[in-house]
């Protein structure tokens, strides 16, 4: 029987070898698709795994604190504390902490921003002057916004003098000349400060160089040599409370420490006469875009006196005022600009509370408010309201605005005045017990670093060309516009009691003191990764806080950052319409992609199959249709059933196993060439795959076979034929032939059928992956990730599709073989005849691709696909099936001509 | 017939119709009945379409009847299924028109094809080389069909009718693609070459065939117009 099998072969080689080459085709097709969708799918679950985790697993925030935009895009907004200030009580925390599965339960109590004092001394060497009187003017340009915004600042005087007493003058005498908001100079000139520094010039002697002292009244300036500009610099810092052993669970936030002390878990605030004198971890870094450009500008202002004998009579009050025109009037030379970056004016912060600083007045800032328009986000802008800066109950409020916000607000600004007035005007103290480093905390995977961390800044990107250009190439970030778009994270970190001191009544009003905490950060115990216990723990965990706090939770691990268009208008001081990018954070990204990788692998898996097992079985039936005479003779002989049913599929199995011979040798190379980086023994499993391919496939022919009858033996050709018309073209000629041999010409559109509308659902899914998995950061990622098996799946079904259309055309030819030779001699050119069969092929596979395209349709909708990718991939999947058809059918009808003219006369 | 003996293959009022490509019902055979005795030689003839080749195959178990018997040795093969109608059918050796050999194999390995699901054994070989020795094929044993003559393809054919030392001899025209001088030597070959006490049936439109047979039915539209 081996024997005879192997005859077979040998006799029919170019059969032999094709039937080979399909299972070949098909068992390492196989073999590589599922090594690839396996390695494809580990690695982007260990893409998800390393990425599931941000910095914590849930957030919770007060009852009502999403915002319908959240809720209806599924977000969380990037500076979602922002805004936040309390709503959440101890004791929530306190059940949040307790609740099972919870490991860390890290709250925030947003107290507000402060303003403590902080002078910046800019040094002025050009003033450093000869002898006599000298008149320094000074303009103070701020920038902000990467240099756009540019605004206008205070313009103060210093006044150079060799006498002593000149600066005792009145009008001279120092004072704190802030800017008053909104124009400095002219509020100025009605105000009863003076915005004049006086310096005093001490010639050299005794071997000292030549010194200056600021305002002799002041003892303590005179061993300053060097005349200076002192600049107040208001410098918002956002202050929030934060449970230290929490916050070091989550975030090790004591490991950031770069000096003094970390925050004891029951460290507090004292009480002291001014007001409450609190604890707190100064961030060692800014992230302002902000910048002061000084013009230091000399006058012609008369040297020897008389303008001090002027000014000593020139009254304080009343604008404009002579002495005011009069110093205006003075021409003026730019002798030297100085340029300060906000690092600089954060120093000055730092060293200012390196003692004590103190504030006045707490700010609340509330949340930007955004309109949605074509999915462009537009924050709406707030009008600038005075009263929120000064006037109004405590005490007065600050007594010049912060200059830095005369530009556009986006947000509301609430002021908490003190209320202890035992000095007359409350303050708060703030002690720096230590300094923290935000850069030095363990940072996470930068594909699932989303804007969650409560002391990344926010940043924004240009979205187009005209954006970045604008910001230079840089994000966006928060300038010392307290109402700007983007806010800046804590900078003060205080323990909830010490934030308890300022949110007292006792101390600040308008605070929710029963209420204090404004988020709190929870970990979830046990949580691995995107698997089901994990996942099921979150939400356990999640669902529990909920019911028993009230509280809105948003389950935050397995996001990712998402992208989010913003249109900003042009601010009123210069800064150009941005388009951003803004990350917001989409939730369950994770598993959507699991989700969705794992509905796209097994769909993949199952159509490979479906694919392969239909041309097998297309390839196999051909091959026992090929031989029904045989198996007929055979019959007749009295041969028994089985024993033609073991005969056929010995063929096939024979094939097969040789096919996975070869096949193994192909599958090791392509997966190196293709980077599958398979283990050997998987790849090994070609050989066993292609056997049990063979086999499988070889099943339905093979009991087709044993079912064939004797008679089989008197066909004269192997099909029936019954034309029912005079066909008056080729065109024609090829339909009656298909239909003539419908049993065959339905297997091998089968095959290209099935094979298409594989390729259309494979299309319609991957681009719906795509576009599930497309907008955050993450999705992108694993977006190119799978492309890869994506485009190895898709050729390999197009080539397996199109190998069963070829080979039952090349089958087509064999058994017509005589019919076409006796066309070729009455006539027909070669040419002819390899169009008609050609034709055949390809009415047979436009078919196959038409159906197949409305197949992939049809069950991609039903998926729940989106219509657009489903149907444009399934047009694709159609036009690449009709010219697979027609390469498959045109590549053996040229073999037509080769065709030995003897077959006319020879027995078919 | 001899007298008194059973036939070896009694045909009674077997009809056979099959359908054309366009569903029309063709009718083969229409109520014939014939019997052949055991060792006859009998030659059904009658124009293209008259039903000879239907006769040989419902004898021969190709196809089943459409009503009638046939009964072989007593049994009736028309209702024979599996196990047994293989049986049957290995005691029956049948000569087609176009010969049938098996392209792939070689004229012993034909000879042998019948044998093979079965025995595999030397024995057969040798007996399928004494075979092909009879017919004259003594020194073709590895041709393949291919380089086989349209007579020596015929041969082979009759060998392999042979291999199963059969009761009864089909043969469909067995002439019907050769010469004459060819189809002499076979016909040599089907009477004269160790066929004695098989019965055999041939259908012919070739007088010299039936000449050579013991007895002439003819047939007509399906029809048994005359046995002599």
């Known amino acids: ?908 | 017939m001899s007298d008194g003996e059973p036939p070896l293959v009694d045909v009674r009022q077997v009809s056979k119709s099959f359908r054309d490509g366009s569903g029309e019902p063709l009718h083969a055979v229409r109520s014939l009945s014939i019997q052949i005795s055991a060792g006859e030689a009998i030659a059904l003839v009658g124009p293209s379409g008259s039903g000879k080749s239907t006769v040989l195959h419902l004898v021969g178990a190709m196809i089943r009847p459409d009503s009638g018997r046939i009964v072989v040795d007593g049994a009736d093969v028309a209702a024979m299924t599996g196990r047994d109608l293989v049986s049957y059918r290995r005691t029956v050796g049948f000569v087609f028109q176009r010969f049938q050999l098996i392209p792939a194999l070689t004229a012993i390995g034909n000879v042998v094809a019948p044998v093979l699901p079965y025995d595999g054994s030397r024995a057969v070989r040798k007996r399928a080389a004494e075979l092909l020795e009879s017919v004259g094929l003594g020194d073709r044993l590895h041709a393949s069909p291919s380089r086989l003559s349209g007579g020596e393809q015929q041969r082979v054919a009759i060998a392999r009718a042979l291999i199963n030392k059969p009761r009864i001899i089909l043969a469909d025209e067995p002439t019907g693609n050769l010469d004459a001088e060819t189809a002499g030597s076979i016909l040599d070959l089907l009477f004269d070459a160790g066929l004695v006490g098989v019965t055999t049936v041939i259908a012919t439109h070739n007088p010299a065939v039936a000449d050579r047979c013991t007895r002439t039915a003819e047939l007509r539209d399906g029809a048994l117009i005359e046995s002599s």
């Open chain 1, 1 to 908: 029987m081996l024997a005879y099998v192997l005859a077979q072969a040998r006799r029919s080689l170019v059969r032999t070898a094709v039937l080979g080459l399909g299972i070949l085709v098909a068992a390492v097709s196989f073999s590589l698709l599922t090594a690839s969708v396996r390695t494809t799918r580990a690695q982007v679950r260990g893409t998800l795994s390393s990425s599931y985790r941000p910095a914590y697993d849930i957030l919770v925030r007060p009852a009502g604190a999403q915002s319908a935009l959240e809720r209806g895009r599924g977000l969380v907004q990037a500076d979602f504390e922002s805004g936040i200030y309390g709503g959440i009580t101890n004791t929530q925390w306190r059940q949040v902490l307790k609740t099972p599965g919870v490991s860390v339960a890290a709250p925030i109590a947003n107290v507000g921003v402060v303003y403590p004092d902080a002078e910046l001394d800019v040094p002025v060497p050009q003033a450093a002057s000869g002898p006599g009187e000298h008149l320094f003017r000074f303009h103070l340009t701020w920038s902000a916004t990467q240099g756009t915004a540019r605004f206008a600042g205070e313009e103060p005087f210093i006044f150079v003098t060799d006498n002593p007493d000149t600066c005792s003058t009145p009008f001279l005498q120092h004072a704190d000349p802030e800017p008053a908001y909104p124009n400095t100079l002219a509020q100025a000139q009605g105000s009863d400060e003076s915005p004049f520094y006086c310096f005093v010039r001490h010639p050299p002697a005794n071997g000292k160089p030549t010194c200056y002292s600021f305002d002799p009244a002041y003892s303590d300036s005179a061993n300053q040599c060097t005349v200076y500009l002192p600049l107040i610099v208001h410098f918002p810092l956002l202050v929030a409370g934060i449970d230290p052993v929490q916050e070091n669970r989550l975030l090790h936030l004591s490991k950031s420490l770069v000096d003094g002390v970390y925050l004891g878990e029951t460290q507090t605030y004292t009480q002291a006469d001014w007001g409450p004198d609190v604890p707190v971890l100064l961030s060692t870094r800014s992230y302002v875009d902000a910048g002061l450009t000084i013009a230091v500008q000399s006058t012609n202002a008369p040297t020897n006196g008389t303008l001090s004998q002027r000014l000593a009579h020139a009254p304080l009050r009343g604008a404009p005022t002579a002495a005011w025109t009069l110093l205006r009037g003075y021409r003026t030379t730019t002798v030297g600009t100085d340029a300060l970056n906000s690092r600089a004016l954060y120093t000055a912060v730092i060293d200012g509370l390196a003692g004590r600083g103190e504030a006045p007045n707490i700010f609340s800032i509330a949340s930007v408010h955004y309109g949605d328009r074509a999915g462009v986000l537009r924050p709406q802008i707030v009008p600038d309201d005075p009263s929120a800066w000064t006037g109004g109950g405590g005490n007065g409020g600050m007594v010049d605005v912060p200059i830095n916000n005369v530009d556009t607000h986006f947000r509301v600004i609430t002021r908490h005045d003190p209320v202890n007035s035992v000095a007359g005007a409350g303050y708060a103290t703030f002690e720096d017990v230590g300094d923290f480093d935000p850069t030095k905390l363990p940072g996470f995977s930068p594909l699932s670093a989303v804007p969650l961390g409560a002391y990344d800044p926010a940043a924004a990107t240009g979205a187009d060309p005209a954006s970045r250009a604008a910001l230079h190439g840089q994000p966006l970030r928060p300038t010392l516009n307290l109402a700007g778009l983007l806010t800046s994270p804590p900078y003060l970190l205080t323990t909830l009691a010490g934030a308890h001191g300022l949110t007292s009544e006792l101390n600040f009003s308008g605070f929710d003191d029963a209420a204090p905490i404004s988020v709190i950060r929870v970990r979830v115990a046990g949580v691995t990764g995107p698997d089901k216990t994990s996942i099921n723990r979150v939400k356990t965990a999640a669902n529990l806080i909920h019911q028993r706090t009230g509280l809105a939770v948003d389950i935050t691990a397995g996001s990712s950052p998402a992208p989010q268009t913003i249109a900003v208008p042009a601010s009123r001081y210069g800064t150009p319409p941005l388009l951003l990018h803004e990350n917001w954070v989409k939730k369950g990204v994770v598993l959507l992609i699991v989700g969705a990788v794992d509905r796209k692998s097994l769909l993949l898996l199952v159509l490979i199959l479906v694919v392969t097992a239909v041309f097998l079985t297309n390839a196999g039936i051909s091959v026992v249709h090929s031989r029904r005479r045989e198996f007929g003779t055979l019959l007749c002989l009295g041969w028994r059933p089985r024993s033609i049913f073991g005969l056929a599929i010995g063929e096939l199995v024979g094939v097969g196993a040789l096919a996975g011979v070869v096949g193994l040798a192909v599958a090791f190379a392509l997966s190196a060439t293709l980077g599958l980086h398979q283990p050997a023994w998987q790849l090994a499993l070609v050989l066993p795959v292609s056997v049990a391919l063979a086999t499988t496939a070889g099943l339905a022919p093979a009991l087709l076979a044993a079912q064939g009858e004797p008679l089989d033996v008197m066909e004269q050709t192997t099909t029936s034929r019954q034309r029912s018309r005079t066909p008056r073209r080729l065109t024609g000629l090829a339909w009656a032939n298909l239909q003539a041999t419908k049993a065959r010409t339905v297997l091998a559109s089968l095959a290209l059928y099935t094979g298409i509308a594989a390729l259309a659902i494979l299309a319609g899914i991957s681009a719906s992956f795509h576009g599930d998995v497309n907008g955050t950061v993450l999705g992108d990622y694993v977006s190119v990730q799978v492309r890869h098996s994506d485009y190895i799946s898709l050729g390999l079904a197009l080539l397996l599709a199109g190998a069963a259309l070829g080979d039952t055309v090349v089958l087509s030819i064999r058994e017509r073989a005589t019919e076409l030779v006796t066309l070729r001699v009455n006539g027909w050119t070669n040419r002819s005849l390899a169009q008609l069969v050609s034709t055949e092929g390809l009415i047979t596979g436009a078919a196959a691709s038409i159906l197949g395209g409305l197949t992939g349709v049809t069950v991609g909708l039903g998926l729940g696909e989106p219509a657009n990718p489903v149907l444009a991939t399934a047009a694709l999947a159609t036009l690449g099936g009709i010219l697979v058809a027609a390469i498959a059918s045109i590549l053996p009808a040229i073999t037509v001509a080769r065709l030995p003219i003897g077959l006319a006369a020879a027995e078919a």
